[in-house]
C-alpha cells in the first residue's frame, strides 16, 4: 500500500500550503510523479484516495490543497474560481510551488512530472500543463479555453467526460477538436449514461444531492475503472 503524509510547500513569501506527499509502496530513484489538483469540494479525503490510488500505480503523487491561503474558507474558494476564469492568480503560484517541490524531490526525475485534476482541476490541470514543463496532463470534468491558441503549448492529455453532464460535456467536445487541431496526442472518453464527477467518490448529502443538478454528478465506479486504466496506459506511455 502507497504511504502518505501530509507536508508543507514553500509557497512565496515564506508562506506555506499543506498537501498530501504519497509514495508507492516499494521506494523508487528518479522516478515519475503527478500532481493531481482537487475539484471545488477541496481538500478532502477523496483527494487524499485519488493520490493514494497513483501511488499504489507506481507515481509519486502531489496533492496541494489550493484553498490553503490567506483569508476565510469562503474568500479562498472565491479567489480560486476567479484564477480559474482569469487564468491568473495565487492559484497558479500554489500550483507551480507545487510542480517546484516534486522537480527538487531526490526520488523525483524533474523531466517526468504530469498533472491530473478533477471539475475545477481538470480546468487548471489544462491552464497550468499549457504554461509549465509538464510531460503529461489529466483533466477530467474540466473548463476548456475557448480557443486552440489557449491550449498552443498543451502536452499529451488523456481526459473523461460524462454524456449526462449538460454543464460540461460540451467542453470535452471542445477539447477534442483544439487538441485535433493542434496536432496533439490524446485520449478523451465520453462515458454515455454518467455525470460529472464520475471519478470522485465523495460522502454526504452534498454528494447525493449532485445527482439531481443539471450535471447529474456522482461517482460511477464502471466509469472511472475504466479511466483509471485508460489514465494508467496512456501515463505509460508518455510520463
Not at 471545488?40 to 509519486?60: E, K, N, S, V, W
Request: charged share 20%; aromatic share 10%; with cysteine.
Amino acid at each position: 500500500m502507497a504511504h502518505l503524509e501530509q507536508v508543507l510547500v514553500p509557497v512565496a513569501e515564506g508562506r506555506t500550503m499543506r498537501a498530501v506527499f504519497a509514495v508507492p509502496e516499494v521506494p523508487v530513484h528518479r522516478g515519475p510523479a503527478v500532481i493531481a489538483i482537487h475539484d471545488i469540494m477541496g481538500f478532502t479525503p477523496d483527494i487524499r484516495r485519488i493520490a493514494g490510488r497513483l501511488a499504489d500505480a507506481g507515481y509519486m503523487a502531489l496533492a496541494p490543497d489550493l484553498y490553503d491561503a490567506e483569508g476565510s474558507k469562503v474568500m479562498c474558494v472565491m479567489r480560486t474560481l476567479r484564477a480559474l476564469r482569469s487564468g491568473e492568480g495565487p492559484a497558479f503560484t500554489q500550483l507551480e510551488a507545487a510542480r517546484s517541490w516534486l522537480s527538487e524531490h531526490q526520488a523525483v526525475d524533474s523531466e517526468r512530472i504530469g498533472v491530473m485534476g478533477f471539475c475545477m482541476g481538470g480546468g487548471f490541470a489544462l491552464m497550468f500543463a499549457e504554461r509549465a514543463p509538464l510531460a503529461v496532463a489529466a483533466p477530467f470534468y474540466g473548463d476548456v479555453p475557448r480557443t486552440a491558441d489557449g491550449l498552443r503549448n498543451i502536452c499529451p492529455v488523456v481526459a473523461g467526460y460524462g454524456e449526462r453532464d449538460k454543464m460540461f460535456v460540451e467542453q470535452g467536445r471542445r477539447l477534442v477538436s483544439h487538441l485535433g487541431e493542434l496536432g496533439v496526442a490524446n485520449d478523451i472518453e465520453f462515458y454515455p449514461g454518467v455525470g460529472h464527477s464520475f471519478m470522485n467518490d465523495h460522502k454526504g448529502v452534498f454528494a447525493k444531492l449532485g445527482r439531481f443538478t443539471p450535471m447529474r454528478a456522482g461517482y460511477d465506479e464502471a466509469a472511472a475503472e475504466d479511466s483509471w486504466s485508460r489514465v494508467f496506459a496512456f501515463f505509460s506511455k508518455h510520463l
